[in-house]
């Protein structure tokens, strides 16, 4: 876009249009970029990458006050969140702490399988297990994956 960026555009329509619904199409998969699109009143996130369906169909939402965002922006969303929200718990909370989602990633990465390995078994994206085991890691007050690894032996989550 020549004069402004979708994020700039987003804004000043909002400014004019309050009414209006921006649905946010783009290559830009960053966190930061979601972040200032939401701020700048967007009420969709969607890579170009979405099939043309799927695209539709986020705009006939959008125009029904329902707020869409991909997969991945979503995951990126989601680790802004974790990391300005409050630590959890302190050192070795105990695993329900945990979502049963993050059991699961838990139990791979114990089995020592590489975050693409455990994508492909628990029908995840890479980013996504990332994500996980940094929210597991954090929550548990672990240092690293071995550190992981032996708190879900020792909490019989093999």
């Known amino acids: 876009m020549p004069v402004l960026d979708g994020v700039d555009a987003t804004a000043a329509l909002a400014g004019q249009v309050p009414s209006c619904r921006v649905v946010m199409l783009t290559t830009f998969d960053d966190e930061e970029y979601v972040v200032r699109a939401l701020q700048a009143g967007a009420s969709g996130y969607l890579l170009k990458d979405r099939p043309a369906a799927e695209l539709a169909a986020a705009v006939r939402l959008a125009s029904a006050g329902v707020v869409q ?16 929200r409050p630590p959890a718990a302190p050192s070795h909370a105990t ?32 980013g996504t297990v990332k994500n996980h085991v940094s929210r597991i890691l954090d929550r548990l007050g672990l240092r690293d994956r071995t550190q992981a690894a032996i708190y879900a032996r020792d909490h019989n989550l093999l």
Do not use: K, M
Request: glycine share 2%.
């Open 69 to 84: 965002f991909d997969p991945a922006a979503a995951a990126r969303l989601s680790s802004v969140l974790d990391r300005t």
């Open 95 to 126: 695993d329900a702490a945990l979502t049963p989602r993050e059991v699961d990633v838990l139990r791979q990465l114990a089995a020592g399988l590489t975050n693409r390995e455990i994508a492909a078994r628990l029908y995840l994206s890479e």
